[in-house]
């Protein structure tokens, strides 16, 4: 019975099933399982099949090809006998894993979301895409395409360890910078947009712009401003001194050059106390001004009654 049996098993993995050009067989040499053999010149797909009771494939596998060319492996389910058309996830020739795309560029290429506790991306081959998070039809050909994806490099001092980068047709269209800075320690983080200009950054200095800011409102609290602000005995310069300290430096007492500005740049906090300080010295000297005017206008005044009564 055992030798029956046996030889039905041969039979069955040693027959030959000519619809389609498909066979199924198990030469000799074959290292164990089942060898499928597609003898079919023009475009083709086979799969394996679950199903319930003849229904729809619960769960599939298969390849797709042309000739002696693999298109791609895949996985699917739920469709009859199209899983192959849009699979669940496929697998290259060059060794690219898609899930949600039937054209991965990258080892793995997932165009859907990502839940995991951690995400560990090795730096094996740098200055190359390393997943990619979500991805993009419009575009998708050109180049690396069209996907939100993560990329590492090679490092030196203050360059790019990692990036989050948006493509677009296979430009880049905007990013955000990982730098590894001096040493261990130093890292700062860079927002690119446009064609990857950085425009602004985030380091020990806080942050730092490369553009124009533009708001509804800006909001400065800061400490300290009491030692900027016009003191009860600060000493009101004559307007002649003022004068010869502009002929000899070319600005205002207390206010930077223009050679300094532009070397050091300006401490929006600072210099706001300081141009209210001059608002205040503006306005003393207007009032100086007007009590002389007064004084001058009753002298005047008096000189005008004398003449009338002499």
């Keep these: 019975m ?7 098993i041969v039979i069955m993995f040693s027959i ?38 003849k229904g729809p494939q619960i769960f599939s596998f298969g390849a797709l090809g042309k000739g002696d060319q693999l298109t791609y492996g895949f996985i699917g389910g739920g469709m009859m006998n199209l899983n192959y058309s849009a699979p669940w996830m496929v697998f290259l020739p060059s060794g690219n ?20 506790k951690s995400i560990d ?23 690396e395409g069209t996907y939100l994806g993560v990329k590492a490099y090679n490092t030196a001092a203050n360059t790019k360890s990692f990036s989050l980068e948006h493509m677009f047709y296979g430009e880049l269209n905007s990013s955000i910078n990982f730098f590894r800075g001096n040493s261990r320690t130093g890292g700062f983080i860079t927002i690119s947009v446009n064609n990857g200009t950085d ?9 730092e ?40 430096n070319k600005h205002l007492p207390d206010i930077p050059s223009e050679k300094e500005v532009l070397k050091d740049g300006i401490n929006v906090v600072e210099m706001q106390a300081k141009l209210l300080q001059k608002i205040e010295e503006l306005t003393l000297y207007v009032i ?10 009753k002298e005047i005044k008096e000189l005008k009654e004398r003449v009338k009564e002499n």
């Design 97 to 116: 894993i898609g899930i949600g795309t039937k054209s991965p560029q990258a080892k793995l290429d997932v165009n859907g979301d990502i839940k995991a």
């Design 121 to 143: 991306v090795a730096e094996t081959s740098p200055n190359l895409l390393k997943s990619v998070l979500a991805r993009l039809s419009e575009g998708n050909t050109v180049g």
């Design 2 to 8: 055992k030798k029956v049996l046996y030889l039905i």
């Design 209 to 248: 712009v490369n553009g124009t800011i533009r708001s509804n409102e800006v909001k400065i609290e800061a400490t300290g401003w009491s030692d900027f602000v016009f003191d009860e005995c600060y000493r009101l310069p004559s307007l002649s001194e003022v004068e010869a300290h502009i002929k000899e």
């Design 199 to 207: 425009l602004c950054k985030l380091s020990d200095k806080l942050f």
């Design 16 to 53: 030959n099933i000519c619809g389609q050009n498909f066979t199924v067989t198990n030469p000799n040499g074959y290292p164990g399982g089942i060898n499928i053999d597609v003898n079919y010149l023009g475009a083709w797909a086979r799969e394996f099949n679950f199903t319930h009771d």
């Design 288 to 297: 100086e001004q007007d009590k002389k005017i007064e004084n001058q206008n």
